[in-house]
């Protein structure tokens, strides 16, 4: 049986993607691998959105082909955001890929592994806007944790951001179909239920019924068997009161919002062709933790976009320092070609960028710091995700910490825990972004 090997790179949406793809090749009848060395066919599921992510992208390919001389490698796909936006330097530079599929093509990763055992060269170029939403997947989280990918592409026109070209408009998926992966997944046993689109909280609006279908979604997502609906990305612009009072109301859906707020100066989000300015955003939030208890947001931060001046960026540090976001990801602006602000005139020196990155971290290391001891002596249920034999303590996440990209808390315990499990965890102790505690019970 021929061996197929996968690795994904990138974000969740893309990771679904790659879920989609392994099922239609186990369908097909390939067995799946997670040695590459061990493979006959490799995949690399690519992005495309910053300088970092190509870089990644292209070592990754190059590392890959290297199995062709050292491994069983016959042949080599390469898929996703960076095949999509580079489908011509891929085919001229990256003589070792003998197959592309780009984002409207995913679906035709089977028809490209026939092509690529049969020796031939092959490229899957479809509108993006055909890309299938529906298909089984093969689950590569863990099996307590998955995305539920509620639509594809993004209409908004940010002006630093290359996606609505490499993923097309925003398509909703049709409710039903939703519910019924969702009641998939739950059977499956899935107990942490992760809510993704580029922007969820415009779900249902580009459908027949013109309607903001997010909090009916919710609802029904609330009544199948998950502990924790954690919800990525919502757009600050289009967060409704009846939206709020769900997340508010609904014990499943855990109180942590992924909210991209990317700045705070009305110049500069006019810029981005962002709405909002310092004032709303500060309401939004005001309101949102008067309704919400508990609520922790993470947010992404961009600075050093072109234009960007000492009293932006102040405005910024303070909006920053007022609103006392728990989670942040400060980003150096990355001039992406394509884009409408990589043309824009006074683009700021990376130097100046690299050092507001870093008053930025040192900032919300504070908040870091602050929320953790909040936290001291407080009990609060962990979802367990392994044991670390260096530490000689399992460890997990709140519902404070999303995948990836959040803290964990490591804790000792009397009983013999697996992977999955809810636990109470007393907090007795902060590790700078990490926790630390004891099990009193589950």
């Known amino acids: 049986m021929t061996k197929v090997g996968l690795i994904s790179l990138g974000c969740s949406k893309n990771l679904v993607d790659s879920e989609h793809m392994l099922a239609k090749l186990k369908d097909a009848g390939y067995e799946i691998t997670e040695e590459m060395e061990n493979a006959d066919i490799g995949i ?3 992005c495309g959105f910053i300088e970092a992510a190509k870089t990644e992208a292209i070592e990754t390919i190059l590392d890959v082909a290297k199995y062709k001389e050292e491994g069983n490698l016959k042949g080599l796909v390469v898929t996703g955001c960076l095949a999509q936006r580079y489908r011509d330097e891929i085919q001229s530079e990256l003589p070792e890929v003998d197959a592309i599929c780009g984002t409207g093509s995913y679906t035709n990763i089977v028809d490209a592994v026939r092509d690529v055992l049969a020796g031939k060269k092959a490229v899957y170029m479809n509108d993006m806007a055909s890309a299938a939403l529906e298909g089984s997947r093969e689950q590569l989280t863990p099996s307590y944790t998955a995305f539920l990918k509620i639509a594809e592409g993004c209409s908004n026109t940010c002006a630093y951001c290359i996606i609505p070209k490499l993923r097309g408009k ?27 689109a580029q922007d969820i909280t415009k779900y249902g609006m580009d459908l027949e019924c013109r309607t903001r279908l997010l909090p009916e979604l919710l609802r029904q997502l609330c009544k199948l068997n998950f502990t924790w609906i954690r919800l990525h990305y919502l757009y600050p612009d289009q967060i409704t009161d009846e939206l709020i009072d769900v997340i508010a109301n609904e014990e ?11 700045h705070a100066s009305k110049k500069i989000l006019r810029s981005m062709h962002r709405p909002g300015d310092k004032e709303s955003l500060t309401a939004l939030i005001k309101k949102m933790r008067e309704k919400i208890d508990g609520l922790v947001i993470r947010t992404s931060i961009i600075v050093g976009l072109p234009d960007e001046t000492e009293e932006d960026f102040t405005e ?19 001039p992406e070609e394509g884009t409408e602000a990589a043309e824009m005139p006074n683009q700021i020196n990376d130097e100046t960028k690299a050092n507001r990155r870093l008053i930025v971290e040192e900032l919300q290391s504070g908040v870091i710091d602050e ?26 996440r709140t519902y404070a910490d999303s995948v990836d990209v959040d803290g964990r808390v490591y804790f000792a315990s009397e009983n013999e825990l697996n992977a999955g499990d809810f636990v109470l965890v007393r907090i007795e102790n902060s590790l700078g972004a990490d926790l630390e505690g004891v099990e009193i019970g589950g």
């Open 371 to 396: 929320y953790n001891l909040s936290r001291m002596h407080e009990t609060m249920q962990v979802l367990c995700e392994g044991f670390d034999d260096t530490m000689g303590l399992y460890y997990g």
């Open 316 to 334: 910024l540090c303070e909006f920053l320092q007022e609103v006392q976001i728990e989670r942040a990801g400060v980003f150096e602006y990355s």
């Open 170 to 196: 925003y398509r909703s998926r049709q409710l039903d179909d939703v519910l019924a992966e969702a009641k998939q997944l739950s059977d499956a046993g899935v107990k942490e239920l992760i809510v993704i």
């Open 44 to 46: 690399v599921n690519t």
């Open 252 to 262: 499943k859906i855990v109180k942590y919002l992924d909210i991209p707020l990317q």
